[in-house]
Every structure is written in structure tokens, then in C-alpha cells.
């Protein structure tokens, strides 16, 4: 519909006095607008202010013009609602520029503004702002750098200036008023200073904030003033605001944040004369709670929440699945209509309200936005605030009785649990004595009796209670907080059974989940039981952060979603959602992963001092079972790091050093970034043993030197370990140039009988120095994967075919070629599942109890232990006759 100016410039007269004055006021603007020429009328409005000596007297010049100018293009339909708030929030940020600027020169007008800061939050934040807002910044000072008089105080002259900004913008004058500014956003406004120093204000933030104040900073940023040490102290309290775990405490929080509101709300509740927009249930604030509370959860985990903008806000929800696409749709239609609405009312006499008004005044606002009368306005304002009032109240009532199934009585539960009775009462009734520091604080206290009889019904169900107790108590010990955990468990109770199963059946995961509590927030997300994606999508999500991060942050960002996925992937297994197989592929994408993510961290870090070898580039070559792309939970990282060019010169910076030791320190450093713990924890151990001469020899070799001694110097259990090889990093050109290296060596033709006495001696030696842990140790015992893994790398060598890393695939070549007998394809598998699932399920390789050894056996495809192992002795036995076959001599199986 095309915009209709001179309509829209009458229906103000008509109905909005305060427009009317503001167009008498400003002939030349509506003479512009009459004409249509919306762009010209926004750039007189910008210098309306430019003229005058003052920036009080300038500054409300120019807002008379834009509030009018965006008004009337506002009712003429030519100006969307969001260009109408960016540009009153564009408006603001300038107004509180020169209001800063002029504050300090007007007692320092020979030095340069600097030091002040201040950020905008709330709708000024968003973007967002209405016709008739005030502003909420938080103005900040960073002492060293602030101008000031010699007797001053950094302080004291930041509590001068402040008050200047505040009465240079909310003074109504004869030219009215620029904004009103509220300051009761800063911390502890109560008693504390107009404007806080940047450490007493990142010390509040880091210890003493509450749940509004994390809210608040969801859509707060830097607007004026040293706009970058503004970003610099958002991000230092980053922390503070997105929560790195799920945080179901937000909806309690929001919850009695909005029970206040709503007890202290003094208007109608229903929509009618003296309903307020803003405030009665669904109005403005419940859709922007709606939709803030979602990011207070969900937004530390996942970046792509963090949006300042309410609508921005729910379509990234409804991306994620967090809420449903109709919700975020409806949610967000309403309050962008609400907001039309509140503007309407605004307009009328540049007043911040936000009331339907009683008899002729409603039907004056009703007709101002083209409705029939104030009744036709009601029934809309009814309908909106009934769709967010209905999906905010559902969420509130979540957080209050989040609990599915009845609750029952401890008493019966610790029946249930234990016939001792009053052992295992006194047990759990200690858990909360003050002994376990996760479990000290009232606040955590109370969350924790909030799902205490939830969770004592799902340890006494799960399959090994007694085990579960214990480790559920070695979690509590461990844990340096574990409040969110326990609010996670009351708003999602179906997470209950899962953690009473991993706790019984995988103690590794019990392990890492008593380290990190977060760990269980990855199960509530909707593709928690999907297999990751590709090696690419794992680095982004690695990689994903902000731009600022420094180097410590970008390597606990590896940890924390290695850490995730690793965990998720353990939890799959368990439960049976995928094949062991799938599960250990799984794991080495990962791994391949955080190895790109780290290298490239570890290289930027380590190019800030020393630079880049323009011409040359590390590589890094996976092997084992990294290369072969089957982890485990247990796997280390066997790597080699290589790099390409040749040996001259020296790097481009500042601290320039030699090719050699370039490129063997910064392999130092990525096998730190992928190794060294951080506040995060471990990631992988790297072994590099399987370098160029081993121990002996440089951490990182150049391509050639490595491809001379493959060719020249290597062992025959070197080329053995080269079969299994996989270049993991570097250009597509140099690893292409490198896995041609590998297969010239692996197709060196070799003197068959050399070759046989060298691999029977290399498996004795192995056999007698690194023996079998247990009777489920599917790897080391005699006919397992090592005795198949010593087989498919003789005939690869000896025949000099079936070149390819993966042992199955290369398995499946070997048989198709009649040089091993089908039987090895379904004995590597079962052992291959064995090894994956017995990390988990039994980790010192002996036979685990009943429900852990059913999981096992289900894992590979058996219905009980009993025929797991009849079939792993079949698998060996097979194993064992090729061996015999191909060698000629008996494989002593020691166990038998």
C-alpha cells in the first residue's frame, strides 16, 4: 500500500495535539512530508539541532523533528515499526554522545572527552525504543583515562559529569526535553554513585548480581562515550550473563519477578479503559519475559540466542526447536502490534504511557491508528494480550511444577532403595549436613528438597541402585556447584532415568559428569540422541564464539563441546541408539575436530610473536585408531606433525626464528592447546612417539625429511603404523602431496620372509610387554583386534593392495581378494563394538554385573554376556586360524 502522506498529516492534527503543535512548529518539515519525500524530511530532521550554540537546545530541536518526522511517516505506513525504533534509538545513542562530550568540556573545554562510557539497556539496548521512552543507561569511568581538574577526585568528577548528562537530556524546557534518563539500572542504585568506576562495577557483576540484572544485559551495549572499553567490559561480564549451563533458576526468578509485577500492578486486568499495554497480563513485558527467559536458560550454551531484539530474539529460538515456530510467531506478531498500540498512545501528548484511557480519549486513540472506535482497539488489545498472557503463563507454571509423575514419600522411597532402612536414611539425610560444598548454600538447598523425592524414586530404580548412590555421592563430592543440575532435574524429570542409568552402568560418564554437571543440559536439546555431523560442522560449532575471545577462551570453548559430544555420545551408547560402530566414528570426527579447531587457535596465538611462514603450513597426520577413525572413550591421539617448504629464513614477526624451530614450537603448542588443562579440563592425551625416529628425533619434520626417512631409515613397524595413517590437516595441495608419500612407501616391494620374521617378533615383544587387562580386553588378547590389526598390515605390506586406513574397509579388500577368509568381517566388527562399548560399560575389562553386562551384550548384538563371549572366543578362534594360515605357526591363545 502506498504511503499516504498528507492523510497521515491530518489524522495527526486531528487526534494528536502533541504532533500538531511539533508540525506548526516545523513548516518547512511538513512541508516535506506533504510532498512525500520521507528521506529528505529525516535528514532536516538530523540538522535540525546543528545550529545551535548548546547542546541542550540543539539536541531538542533535532528530537522534536524526528518524533515528528518519524510519526507522521509511522501513520502514513511509509516507516516500518522497526526502522521507527532504530531510529529513535539511533537518536539516543547521539543525544547521549554529545551530552557526555559536552559534560566534560564544559569543565575541561581544552582536552579530549575520554573515559566515560555509557551503556544502553533495556529498549535503548534493543533497539528499540518508543516515542516517548526514557533511556536506562549505565554510565561507567575508567579513572586513569577520565579528565578532570587537578583537586578532583576521578569519582567525584565522574558523579559531576553524570548529573550533568542526566539534567542536559531530562530538563523540560521551552524547547521541551531530549530524553529522561533513569540510572536505578546500575548496581545497587539505592546508595551507590550516579556513575560506578569499571572495577567496582565488574566486581558487582563477577559477585553480587542478581537474575534482573542478567536480563537487563541480554540487550545491553555500548552507545556512547569510549564505545570500546564499553564492549571490552560487556564482554569481561559476559560470564555473568550467559550462563555456560542450562539455567532453569531463570524461570523461577522471571517467575516471581512477574508475580511482583503483577501484585503491585494497580490497573485493570482486563483489557478496557486503564488496562496498561506495558504491564496487565500479556502485554509488553510478558512477551519480552517470554522470550528472555528461553535465552537466560538456553543462551550460554548456544551464541546464535543472544539476540538484543525481541522479535530477532524469538525467530532464533524457534531455530534452535527451543519454542515452537507458532509460538515465536504469535508471540512476537503481538508484540510488534503492542508496540504500534503504545506508540499510538504515545503520540498523543508526548507522554511515556502506557493506559488505555476512559471515553472519548480511547475512541481518539482508536481512530489515530485508523480503527473505527475505542471498542474495535479493546477487542484487538484483548486478543493479543490473550495469546502472550496464555504461553507466558505456561512457561511461568513450568518452573513453578515442573515435576511429571507424582511425588511420593521419601520414606517409601528409602524403602525401596535399601531394606536396611535408617543406614541409607542417615545416608541421604547427610547429603545436605554441610559436608559437600555443592550443597551449602540455602539456594542450593532448596533445590536440591525440591527434586530429592523425584530423584531417590529414579536411584531406586535404576539398574544397580546401591552403585548408583555411590557415584551420585562422589558427584556431589566433586562438584564445585551443583544447583543448576538440580533445577534441571525438576524442570526436566524425564533427565532423571537417564542419569540413574549412566550412574549405575558407565562409570567413566559418571566420572565426567561429577567434573561437569552441565553435562546432563546437553540432553534436553532436541538432537541430544543424533549422531554429530560432519567434521566441518563439529569445528564451527569449536570455533563458534565471539570475536574477542582471547586464546584461553577459545581453547575452553574446544573443551566444553568436545567435552558435550563426547559425553552425548556415551549416553547414545548406553541407550542403545546407535551402533558401537557409528558411536566410534562418531568420536574420531570429533577429535578431528578440536585437532583443526585448537591448531588453528594455537597457530593465531602463536603468529602474534613470531609470525607466519608465508610459504609454509604444519600438517598433522593421524594414526591408530585416529587414523582408522575409530576412537573410544579411552582412545589417545598418536600424531605426527609435519610442515611443508624447505629449511631457509626466518618468520615475519616480530620475534623472528628459524623454520626447524617455528614449526616444532608451534607443534609443541597444539599438542598443548589439544592436551593442557584448563578451568575446563583435559581434552585428549597426544602421543607423537610414532614421530621420525621416535623420542629421538624433532616433534615436527618437514615433508621431505619425512618422506627420505620413510624411504630410508624406517623400521618395518613404522610402515606398519603407516598403513593406519590419515593427514588430518593442512592445504587440499599438501595433503594430497602427503598421502602420495605414504602410499610410494607402503608400495615399496619388500622380501616377503623378512617381513614375516619381522612382524612374528614385533607381536612377540608386544605380547610379552603389554599383556591382556581382562577376559572383555577385545584388543590385547591373544586372537583379538591387535593379532587381526598384525595380519591385514602384513598382507597390505606384502601384497601391497587394500592401502587404506580403516581396518574394516581394508579388511573387506583383503577378503574380496581371497587373502583372508570372510569370517575376519563379522569377528572384526564384534570385537571393534566390544572395544568401543567395554570402555564405557566396563572399563577395567572385566565382566560387569547384570544390567551393566545386558547393556554390553545388547551393544553387540547379543542377548546375554554368556553369548557375548561364546562369540568373542569364536572371533579369536577365527583370528587365530588365519594367523595360522597365513604365518604358519600356531597363535598360542594364553587364556584358553
Not at 547542546?55 to 521507527?84: H, N, Q
Not at 520414606?411 to 545436605?432: H, I, K, N, Q, Y
Not at 551408547?573 to 585448537?598: C, F, K, M, N, Y
Amino acid at each position: 500500500m502506498d504511503a499516504d502522506w498528507p492523510e497521515a498529516i491530518d489524522r495527526a492534527r486531528a487526534h494528536a495535539p502533541f504532533l500538531a503543535r511539533g508540525l506548526d512548529r516545523l513548516p518547512v518539515l511538513e512541508q516535506l512530508l506533504r510532498a512525500g519525500n520521507p528521506d529528505a524530511a529525516l535528514g532536516w530532521a538530523y540538522a535540525a539541532g546543528g545550529s545551535a550554540e548548546d547542546a541542550g537546545v540543539g539536541l531538542r530541536r533535532e528530537r522534536l523533528a524526528f518524533a515528528v518526522a518519524l510519526a507522521i511517516g509511522d501513520l502514513a505506513g511509509a516507516f516500518t515499526l522497526g526502522r521507527v525504533m532504530a531510529e529513535l534509538s539511533a537518536l539516543a545513542d547521539r543525544a547521549l554522545g554529545r551530552a557526555v562530550d559536552a559534560a566534560i568540556t564544559r569543565r575541561m573545554p581544552d582536552v579530549q572527552p575520554s573515559g566515560m562510557i555509557a551503556l544502553a539497556l533495556g529498549k535503548h539496548g534493543a533497539g528499540e525504543l518508543n516515542y516517548s521512552s526514557d533511556i536506562d543507561p549505565i554510565l561507567l569511568f575508567d579513572p586513569d583515562l577520565l579528565p578532570r581538574r587537578g583537586r578532583d577526585d576521578p569519582g567525584e568528577a565522574a558523579q559531576r559529569y553524570a548529573r550533568d548528562v542526566v539534567q542536559l537530556l531530562s530538563q523540560n524546557t521551552a524547547d521541551g526535553y531530549v530524553f529522561r534518563v533513569d540510572l536505578r539500572l546500575r548496581p545497587a542504585s539505592e546508595i551507590s554513585p550516579l556513575a560506578l568506576s569499571l572495577g567496582a562495577a565488574l566486581s558487582h557483576y563477577e559477585s553480587s548480581a542478581l537474575t534482573w540484572e542478567r536480563a537487563a544485559f541480554i540487550r545491553a551495549r555500548a552507545a556512547a562515550g569510549d564505545i570500546a572499553a564499553g564492549e571490552g567490559f560487556l564482554a569481561a561480564i559476559r560470564p555473568f550473563v550467559w550462563r555456560r549451563s542450562l539455567d532453569f533458576g531463570a524461570i523461577e526468578e522471571i517467575g516471581r519477578l512477574t508475580t511482583q509485577i503483577r501484585a503491585n500492578y494497580r490497573g485493570t486486568t482486563t483489557p478496557g479503559p486503564g488496562f496498561n499495554l506495558k504491564l496487565g497480563r500479556g502485554g509488553i513485558r510478558e512477551a519480552e519475559f517470554f522470550a528472555q527467559t528461553h535465552q537466560l536458560i538456553h543462551g550460554g550454551r548456544d551464541p546464535a540466542l543472544r539476540q538484543r531484539g525481541t522479535r530477532a530474539a524469538l525467530d532464533a529460538l524457534a531455530e534452535a526447536g527451543i519454542v515452537s515456530a507458532e509460538d515465536s510467531l504469535v508471540v512476537g506478531s503481538a508484540y510488534d502490534r503492542l508496540r504500534v498500540l503504545e506508540h499510538r498512545l504515545q503520540m498523543v501528548a508526548d507522554q511515556q504511557t502506557h493506559t488505555l484511557p476512559e471515553g472519548a480519549a480511547l475512541d481518539n486513540v482508536a481512530r489515530l491508528e485508523g480503527l473505527a472506535n475505542g471498542a474495535a482497539l479493546i477487542d484487538e488489545v484483548t486478543a493479543l494480550t490473550d495469546a502472550v498472557g496464555s504461553r507466558f503463563d505456561r512457561l511461568i507454571d513450568a518452573g513453578r511444577d515442573s515435576a511429571v509423575a507424582p511425588r511420593h514419600a521419601v520414606a517409601r522411597l528409602l524403602e525401596r532403595l535399601d531394606t536396611g532402612g535408617s543406614t541409607l536414611a542417615e545416608r541421604v539425610g547427610s547429603w545436605t549436613d554441610g559436608r559437600y560444598r555443592a550443597l551449602r548454600s540455602p539456594a542450593a538447598i532448596r533445590a536440591f528438597e525440591a527434586v530429592q523425592p523425584d530423584l531417590l524414586g529414579a536411584l531406586s530404580q535404576a539398574p544397580e541402585p546401591d552403585r548408583a548412590i555411590l557415584r551420585w555421592e562422589a558427584l556431589l563430592a566433586n562438584a564445585p556447584s551443583a544447583i543448576n543440575l538440580f533445577r534441571l532435574l525438576e524442570a526436566r524429570p524425564a533427565l532423571l532415568g537417564q542419569l540413574g542409568r549412566l550412574l549405575s552402568l558407565a562409570p567413566p560418564l559418571a566420572d565426567d559428569l561429577a567434573r561437569r554437571p552441565d553435562l546432563l543440559d546437553t540432553l534436553i536439546d532436541r538432537t541430544a540422541l543424533d549422531l554429530p555431523g560432519s567434521v566441518a560442522d563439529l569445528a564451527a560449532a569449536m570455533a563458534r564464539g565471539e570475536a574477542n575471545d582471547d586464546y584461553e577462551r577459545r581453547l575452553d570453548r574446544i573443551r566444553v563441546v568436545t567435552g558435550e559430544k563426547r559425553f552425548v555420545l556415551g549416553v547414545q551408547l548406553i541407550e542403545a541408539e546407535h551402533d558401537p560402530l557409528q558411536i566410534g566414528a562418531a568420536l574420531s570426527r570429533v577429535a578431528e575436530a578440536a585437532i583443526t579447531v585448537a591448531a588453528s587457535a594455537a597457530e593465531a596465538e602463536f603468529a602474534k610473536v613470531h609470525g607466519r611462514f608465508p610459504q609454509s603450513q604444519l600438517m598433522v597426520l593421524g594414526l591408530g585408531r585416529l587414523g582408522g577413525g575409530m576412537l573410544t572413550h579411552a582412545s589417545d591421539l598418536d600424531l605426527i606433525y609435519l610442515f611443508t617448504g624447505g629449511h631457509d629464513g626466518e618468520s615475519d614477526g616480530a620475534r623472528p626464528i628459524g623454520t626447524t624451530l617455528y614449526f616444532n614450537r608451534l607443534a609443541q603448542r597444539v599438542s598443548g592447546a589439544l592436551s593442557v588443562p584448563t578451568a575446563h579440563g583435559a581434552l585428549y592425551e597426544v602421543d607423537t612417539r610414532l614421530r621420525p625416529q621416535g623420542k629421538q628425533g624433532p616433534l615436527a619434520v618437514s615433508l621431505d625429511s619425512f618422506a627420505r626417512y620413510q624411504r630410508e631409515s624406517a623400521w618395518t613397524w613404522e610402515h606398519m603404523a603407516l598403513t593406519r595413517a590419515r593427514p588430518l590437516l593442512g592445504s587440499a595441495l599438501a595433503l594430497s602431496d602427503l598421502e602420495r608419500i605414504i602410499i610410494g612407501v607402503l608400495e615399496t616391494e619388500r622380501d616377503p620372509q623378512s617381513l614375516r620374521q619381522d612382524v612374528l617378533k614385533m607381536r612377540a615383544e608386544m605380547a610379552a610387554h603389554k599383556p591382556a587387562k581382562g577376559p572383555l580386553d577385545a584388543k590385547l588378547l591373544r586372537g583379538g583386534l591387535v593379532d587381526l590389526e598384525f595380519l591385514v598390515h602384513y598382507l597390505q605390506l606384502r601384497e601391497r593392495t587394500a592401502l587404506r586406513p580403516d581396518l574394516d574397509g581394508a579388511i573387506g579388500e583383503l577378503v574380496t581378494a581371497g587373502l583372508l577368509p570372510a569370517n575376519l568381517v563379522d569377528a572384526h566388527d564384534l570385537m571393534a563394538r566390544m572395544l568401543v562399548a567395554a570402555r564405557l560399560l566396563a572399563p577395567d575389562l572385566v565382566a560387569p554385573v547384570d544390567a551393566a553386562a545386558r547393556v554390553l551384550a545388547q551393544a553387540c548384538s547379543c542377548d546375554d554376556l554368556a553369548t557375548l563371549l561364546d562369540r568373542f572366543n569364536l572371533a579369536r578362534r577365527s583370528v587365530a586360524d588365519a594367523w595360522y594360515a597365513i604365518f604358519e605357526t600356531p597363535l598360542e591363545m594364553l587364556d584358553e
